[in-house]
């Protein structure tokens, strides 16, 4: 895919004003970046790109290791860790069995972190409880990065949401990103939803009425003067979208699966509803899908979900070699 | 192991005629193979051997990801791709855990390839359905290496039996192939036998009557003009035998227990059996055996089967290196 | 943390002498070392732990492949090698499952080691029988290491036990090493035992009556002459303890809960407990802790828990490299 000019020069100011700003930290939180920081991360991540493209890997981390520690499933996020890690020469302890190990023999999240800080150079956490990686970044002197602590944060997938809309429409400044489906448990959307409250775009939630955006995500990011709109009336709002972020929506969270039935139809993202949307916009969603978007849709230039994916890769890549003090 | 003076020749025909003949492409199905394609893949796996004998290990592939993607487990064959991977320099996901990941949330595995395919160059699949491999090249952009689609096929299985074959004994034209056990549900015997059949061999069938060859694989062979000969009188063929391959009876093919017990003694091949056979000839088997080969027999120069295991690090590793460009 | 003088100058007189000492060798029991041999893999130990300190990593491996072959989870123990053969440059075969994979198709022990064997240079076996890895290394042609044998051994925790009191405190001759908690079950109090005894050192005993010394462990360090002292009363013996090494009392072990609970507070070291302990000595814990030891404790210089399971890094480097001949 060809760049974007536009993506070529956003990240230029802040080129290499802050060569030390994220080292040893920890990535924890949407609400640690400031717009200065993010596009000081897709700058480098940028830079990864363009160095993956053409070189495939290079050893700026070499010998470094990192410890994917995952305290439940995520097949894609810890793949794209080991991915990123690898494609910068550094190397990988895997631990997904955490149910098996030590851990089940009562040992505390501090230890565990404490232990293998030991062996490792950083450390990326995946935990089923809020706070988790707050609490292992108290303990721990290598840095930690959050890949999602139960129904907190996921501060990498909002990161790399947010790259794409860089990458691949440039700047958000006067976008309207609309997002579509489960707007009440998508920890995705409300991250996201931070995250462009940095800078002028205008919001629009489509979703079933149980599944609305949660007031006081509403009313954190009304505080910064960002126009948002609700409503049902899809076919309204998509001929002015730039970015339509589709998210899932779970048949559990439906008490009357009649409820879910009628739902799951009328937000089918397909070529046909497609035809009323700009030519130039993208289609988003963080995967994994299960029938929100057609797969007649996937070879249409604006279905974008893929090359997310993508751009999750550069984003971990900035973040890992930021933390270790190489970028 | 001292080298064949003929397994050193036998590939040169073929020595870099094809330098790209596999670059891209898909390894799916033993039938994709002509007899100039398996000799040519087997001169890239004997240069492999000789490189491992030489220096172990060397940077072909550095900076190369291969995905090893297992909806099944299977630690041998994940195992020597992994080995493949890292003698040639380059680095690995292994996600094993499909069950557990977003898979399990209802993802097709046209998109779990696809998202896998972001962030590696080639992806090896096991999984428990036949035609899986054949779906996920239909959407992969990345080479994907069939590693055993159920009932299916195992085309690196019979690649590296083919290959023991030349290595240990040479071209195999003019010899004689035994295969004993169960012939039925042994999908390494089907694939090797249809290998086989673009050379001019002899092949022998020793099964009990519910485990024979199955009528297809005879006829498909029989086209080809191949002599195969069933019977039950292993004491007859044994001497005659060139390669005997041995499969494991399982149990579980049985309804009566008694008829397994029966038979399973009658097939052990032991120290005492082997004086019937030729002085240079080799036992091949799969792997794991569960007594249809005694231990006493391991030591035995003609039992090739640990040796088949070491040759399919060599066509595993040509395999990679043919499918990534870099043979 | 700076390095104690003596450190430095302990491991000297067997510098270089025994460069292939331990070159394709296996290593199963803590019974297979002299002391001579001990300061020799202490002595390239702390080597590893300089080069670490000064590069992170370093390719004296480089090409090298390990199996972790773990038949019983252990993620701090796998972890610590992957870490080491990692920092070495080194590649690995991680097999953490294998109760779904052909051993739990009936597959003797010994033909795995066969099997893997031809992919890797070196095996790191943890299995839950007590002489499986003298098993393996009777089959195998690559080194074996015994990373934990059921009851039986785990010599190289053992061995990162003593080395931790090399690095922290020198030389162990003079000293008094008080053992705490279960003395009974508790594999490595066992094992660091009978290394100690091969140095001029006092060791205290110090458990619940259920849970003591074993009278064979006893008897065979009796008959080299260390002294030995069994008691119960903590208090006493803990002003002259220069190694505190605290291990797990694990509820299972009693039949009465009512006598674990009581037993559980008279034993936790905690910052009070240790005011009538030396200034300069060390409190040990093979971890994890599930209590023992208060997290108030943690800061106290004295607390070398997790220096200790640094030292395991160092000696796991040093024995890789020694086995495979690169030391």
Chains 1, 2, 3 share one sequence.
């Not at 070499?62 to 894609?76: C, D, H, M, Q, V």
């Not at 972020?245 to 739902?263: A, N, P």
């Amino acid at each position: 895919m060809v760049l974007e000019k536009s993506a070529q020069n956003i990240y230029l100011p802040f080129g290499d004003h802050q060569g030390t700003r994220f080292y040893k930290q920890d990535i924890l939180s949407v609400n640690q970046f400031s717009q200065e920081d993010l596009i000081y991360i897709f700058g480098v991540a940028h830079e990864m790109r363009e160095m993956v493209a053409r070189v495939g890997t290079f050893d700026l981390l070499k010998g470094k290791i990192l410890a994917n520690l995952f305290y439940e499933p995520s097949t894609r996020t810890s793949s794209s860790f080991t991915a990123a890690m690898e494609r910068l020469g550094g190397s990988l302890i895997p631990i997904n069995e955490v149910k098996y190990s030590s851990v089940s023999k009562g040992e505390s999240l501090p230890d565990t972190i404490r232990t293998l800080e030991c062996y490792v150079d950083v450390i990326v956490l995946r935990h089923p409880e809020v706070g988790a990686s707050a609490l292992a970044a108290k303990y721990a002197k290598k840095p930690i990065i959050n890949a999602g602590d139960g129904v907190g944060e996921h501060p990498t997938q909002a990161l790399l949401d947010l790259y794409t809309i860089f990458e691949e429409l440039g700047d958000p400044n006067g976008k309207t990103v609309t997002m579509l489906g489960d707007l009440k448990y998508g920890r995705t959307v409300h991250s996201l939803s931070r995250l462009l409250s940095l800078f002028d775009v205008k919001l629009n939630y489509v979703s079933p009425p149980i599944l609305r955006m949660p007031s006081e995500i509403i009313a954190e990011i009304n505080e910064k003067n960002i126009p948002q709109n609700e409503t049902e009336n899809f076919d309204e709002i998509l001929p002015e979208t730039d970015v339509l972020y589709v998210t899932r929506v779970q048949k559990e969270r439906f008490e009357d699966q009649k409820d879910y039935e009628s739902i799951k139809g009328s937000y089918v993202i397909d070529p046909d509803i497609m035809k009323k949307a700009k030519e130039k916009m993208i289609v988003m969603h963080p995967l994994p899908r299960v029938g929100e978007i057609s797969m007649e849709f996937d070879d249409d230039p604006r279905a974008a979900y893929f090359r997310q994916m993508e751009y999750g890769l550069y984003v971990r890549m900035a973040l890992l070699a930021l933390v270790l003090g190489k970028a």
